[in-house]
């Protein structure tokens, strides 16, 4: 459990945004998460971007699936509404919430089981649709919350806790995502607040779809016998205990910070080695075609290409194709939406 | 009995050929004339080349229910000649094609040759219009057999092809080909004949998907997610005609959203979100769409989410007959999803229904919080009833429930005497108070969770409150009981106590049973379910009787059970009469139940 | 009552904090001295850091229900602090974490401080051993307290650490800090302490879920598809664990194909297609998956494929309680999926039945060809249980049903005098015979579909036909019920008129109430359901019993309702005692409900 | 209703194959989808490539979701047991029933509605997975059975029976199976015989999961008013029956010819065209990036790349992944997979 959060007293001297709002005004409840979880420095991040955009919270719905990753939504803007809904249902009932009112800000947050495993379908189809939403996965390569099984993200041959070797290939989220038409695609890393806030800052700013993949290290189920640096007593005491898994050690969050245009190497708490490459003005973000070859050589080569990998800045939203007038559908009161009895009289004779 | 707007007409045809327009025509044509009809089409799951029938029942009565004994039978399709000439019954009539003549196993009927295709063939050129005007040239001939007014006809034919003249001369052509022909060659009109008459004056004649959707756009609905699946696609497609005509503002924007899912999950999703989030949302399955939703059902049944959910039942189990009706999904929708689960169930009986009980539901909906089920199915949906117009009250104010506005927010404190929590009951009828997104700056927000959570929706793992949350939500069903529609009573002996207890598209089947049992002198009460809970009503009238015949198109009995559970009748009151083949219920089937029951002698007799 | 080999000792910790070993070590310690033990987790939805207690009835009778009343608590996180120390019965004790001294607001416990910390500070300079072995020193401490013998507890760490020599030292090292503190602090022994006993003599300890996944393994189960959920996970786990162990062959090979599915959805549909192709193929899940899956079931009864589902219950509705138990999916599973369905489903009551009861699955779904759902649930699942050893009847013949062999294909019509049909019922029994993929070059080949079909497979859209075929199926439901285990009846007193009808977990608390209510003169007649459909003895025991209390663990009060209309019993007969706040229940709640039914006056006093 | 196949009487002048079989033995009951219907030429190039390949029927399972298209294995293999499951699910099944007998063919079929939308998760999943089958996809772009709703696979602005366009980017079921490691990946049209025969026989002896995008008009709801070859009476007349398809013309089946290399432009019922561009050596389909790009590259000329586009020849199935003997699980008698008496002692002694 990590203390992200502290209690909501205000501090004078605590900076404001133009809403005279500080950061705490945007953070929710104590994190439940494991000491150095990735998710919980992506919550910061999202709460820093939205500090620093001086969004009003309760403006902002924040849905989720379920997973440690969907409770994360518990631990960031408390002002706003939250809807922890079924595992890999967010899609669906984001753009249900969407059609119903177009006026909030849409923050969909996901696991990598909750959207590559069950939620698949919701997904490609949330894209194809152009729903207006920002769509976060925290992105660990397994399932956290049921104790670490390989998620469909897991890169192949990365051991897991038990030492097997994943024999499939993973699934890339952003690939997918381009493919089925998203307007703005990113990727990045938990820890490196530099390039990932901006990017969540844009996400929320984008008119459409907009995806980011955030690689988010899990703690706890990263540390298998195949790492580097093992932590002996650790390993060989949960080994004890079978299949239960018992003592969780508290980790430093891991950060990293690098310039555009390099490369750099992350080692995880299992100590394997993440190579992330920067994407720099170098490459085109607007070309579809490019932004997928990019994703495709950077991985033939064993590297995550990061930053905003594609953007469409001229695309329609849902709303747009139904045609639905500016004021938000669940404001027209029914009174006004129901045709009434006089209409119904010529309805009536059609029918005859 | 059969004789003057008094038969059954079925036609046998093959989809996809046309012949369901000229169908319609015909049955419109004789409603129009003021004649009670009603036509059931019995199609198969495919698009083209399948035998597929068209029944039309003809009843100056009024009687509205399918019946067995087919007087005319029109055999257009050679596959199923056999099995349609054998349906006729004795002293009946045939008409066929009779360009290749037939060998007839039957000597008790009367056959009418008509040589269509040749007649076709010689007028006109192009195979596709040959096609088309052969199912018009056999309802010509029976304008001249059973004495159509051809005035009547042409309006209905010109009200269908408005603004395509052409097509509509055409039509007549052949209509006229058909006619002349009969009346030549046959002794016009059959006993079997129609006259102008009354009792469909005043009524419309239309499907109960198209009134459903109708019905959502009366109510205000404004989100509607779905996923095609026969019987339930016509529901949102008749949505999405009637707000396009009353649901377009003068710069053309739309006051609705539908959005076609990809599967039912992602359509109760979408729904569940719009109801969550403030605006009225539905969407429209059947059978298998009802599993693929159950556990959204759960999730908007815990954490008190308002939603429409059309059922348009069909034959089960599996994908079982998905062209056939029934009742079968009454125990899958009263506790649809694990766990511990009870939902608001309405049973409309006839289009009329399908539309104002849509308003009935969103009310319910809003008000109770939860999934609210409106439980039609395939006969109901599909078919052409004749029915009473739709009517709507100007001053009917749609009940919202209890959704906290920016101001009754702040002063909820002092007004109530307790602060604000989400699944607070401070009112005593189970039913908390919500907020919606983007209400108020500071407050009102909270999570909605599938999890255990407390009176402020806060996360629990604390089994005492769990228990405690899930009692409230139990008893908010007691209010629901108090809510829903009360049942249709129609006591024929006051002191009788044998009861019946029925719902939905078996009314007019059970209504015309229990009149000719009246009239054999066997008088007996009967009830129609219109919801579930159960109201006091229900109970009363269980109370009263000593024998109570539950009569269902399921296997299992199911509303039995219900009855039996939730509404604690003792069971050996309650007895079944069930039928589940996937058509629709005829009187003559209530009748023998009945009397099997009351006096087994004479139900021996009859069989 | 409480005092030697008899009282409740309850560990407050962190998860995560590597507590749970320790606290398994003590009761697998208490275990191997001979001593009945029962230890239940109350474990959080979460991985580290939040409160997570573990409670350990020692009872030399042998009774290992839960019981209320906490006579130590070793109290060791500070945030529950408070509730722990308000759970101790007067006169009880604490053991706590001395290093920060705390304020009391009880005088009437006797409070243990133990400075932990400090000595671990003092002791180990590597955070990750500080934190290990906190518990450890507890756990020595306790050793000292209860009269705990070393060389058993040596020996159980040495097991759990077998391999890690090292380790073994590091730990007894921390035991006896532990020890000798208390020894020189505290008069030890303390009043409730244990001795080595005879109770657990024989006996194992291991979980229902582990012992499922061996029993898969020893049923001949080849195809497992899975997809993670709490509480369910370690069942295919363990089942991977023992085909690991029993399933590879000499060249490496494994006899057993274990996918992890994308979701509950593919997961049933893997199961199913495995077992329409002829291997014991299953599933195992928890109610939100149990929703998901209702689809395939329905076509799995419908399409009549043989595939077992584990469904290890849940505290619901919805996502619920993940972490906690219940008996909850009674009716959803019993009558899963849309349309007409029954399904057959198996109550294990402890891990040993959770073993035997898997070969019973698998052959019941062969034999009746429809999917069999083992109703386990998280108590049971996931709890070490104190059980009678696993035993296998070698001579036990797996019954792999009507599956015809190439010559017994090409014999059929002979033998039978019937053609073979896929769905033909030629033995009476409703049972069909059927064939496997790639039996015969031109015989026994069919099309396997959720429509409606004949007695051949063919499809139809006749609705007699259907119904022939469903009332057929509804028929193989009586044939089940023949074939089902048979309830376990305790006869206290054979000319009582009140009965107790209970199943699953709740065995240990509902034995001990009996006895308890037996010790006051209170006899009662209990049957355990093993199995739906109910068996004669079921309806027999109803018949016999004026007053039926049916003890289960849901809201609803599930399985008085599967009793209702299934066994037909009337339902005044049937009461309820529920119990749904998601912990184990205890004997005192037994003998509760059932004063308050026999004895009301006494109830009341008791109260 | 077409009669692609005649009554099982055998013509003694009939063809044989190896196995002395005609091409009779390989069909299965009379089609009853609509006369012209893309689907049935596909159904009759997989009885062809069945009896060039010699292969004994029984020892084929085909298996299907639901749809007009899984109505399809109805009308092939009469002698093949077959199983039409739920719908979108035809994957799941598959691989139960692979997994239970590694030794038969398993041909899957499925439409564009059955895997691009309720079944995309399990049509995904069981690509990654390698499962060893030939999966085909009737693609005509809507949802024949359901009355011609749009499907996920349908191109952007493509008008409906209807009318109204099509607002959402197609999904390339090709791109994707690529993209999610499918060892085999083509695409053809239902009535290019010459090419979809081969590519249905290479599909089925691929060992591993092949995948095969077949275009299959579908007669009955392309036929649209935006079409430059309206059938006045036709469409005049089914809108007069409001939301009702009644009239169903009898079409010819399309079909086309054309050499590798070349493109070919194909006129459907509706009269919209289709180019189809045969990709030729010039192509290596060896290489995944460049069967992506030349996937792309033709989508933004507005063709469609048809051929083998993808091949992996070194791949595992899953059945290698699970390290599953030879012998067919459902083979191993239940005696001989039961540890027995003797090793349970061993295993309660561990429980003690
Ligand atoms: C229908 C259903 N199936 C399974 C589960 C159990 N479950 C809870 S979280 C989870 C996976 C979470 O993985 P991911 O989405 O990657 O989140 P993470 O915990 O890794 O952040 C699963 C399978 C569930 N809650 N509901
Ligand atoms: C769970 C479920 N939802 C909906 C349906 C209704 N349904 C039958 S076929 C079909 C779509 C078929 O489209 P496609 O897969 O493209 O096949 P096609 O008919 O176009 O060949 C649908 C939605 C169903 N049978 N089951
Ligand atoms: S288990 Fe992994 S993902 Fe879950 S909270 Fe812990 S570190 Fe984060
Ligand atoms: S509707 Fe379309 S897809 Fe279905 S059978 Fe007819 S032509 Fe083929
Ligand atoms: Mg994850
Ligand atoms: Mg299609």
Redesign the pocket.
Known sequence: MTYITKPLAHHPALPRNALDLTRRDYEGSMSTLCAGCGHDSITAAIIEACFEMDLPAHRIAKLSGIGCSSKAPTYFLGRSHGFNSVHGRMPSVTTGANMANKDLVYIGVSGDGDTASIGLGQFAHAVRRKLNMTYIVMNNGCYGLTKGQFSATNDKASPSKKGEANPFDAIDLCQMAIQLGAGFVGRSFSGDKKQLIPLIKAAISYKGFAFLDVISPCVTFNNHSASTKSFDYVRAHNHAVENKLDFVESQEEITVSYAEGTTAAVTLHDGSRLILNKLDHGHDFRDRDAAIMTIRQNANEGQVATGLLYVNETGDDLHDVLQTPDRPLNEIPVSELCPGSKALEAVNARFR | MSGTNDFVIKFATVNGSGSASANTIFAKTLFRMGIPVSPKNIFPSNIQGLPTWYEVRVSEAGYTARRDGIDMMVAMNPQTYANDVAEVVAGGWLLYDSTMPRLWQRTDIKVLGLPIAEICARIWKDPRQRQLFKNMVYVGALTGLIDIDLKVLESVIADQLKGKEKLLAANMQAVQIGREYALENFTCPLPIKVRTAEGAKGKIMVTGNEAAGLGAVYAGATVCAW????PSTSLAEGYEKHARRFRVTKDGHRNYAIVQAE??LAAIGIAIGGGWNGARSFTATSG??IS?MSEFLGLAYFAEIPVVLYNIQRGGPS?GM?TRTGQPDIISCAYASHGDTKHVLLFPSNPTECFSMSADAFDLAERLQTPVMVMSDLDIGMNDWMTDPFTWDDSRVADRGKVLSREELEGFAKAKGKPWGRYLDVDGDAIPYRTLPGTHETMGSYFTRGTSHDEYARYTEDGTIHARVIDRIRKKFDTAATLVPKPEIDTRDPAGKTGLIYFGATRPAVLEGLDMLEREGVRINALRLKAFPFTEEVKAFCAAHDRILVVEQNRDAQMRQLLMVEAEVPQEKLLSALNYDGTPMTAAFVREVVLKLVEPAKAQAAE
């Open positions: 996923y095609p699946i026969t599967d039912e298998p769409g693929l994908t998905p």
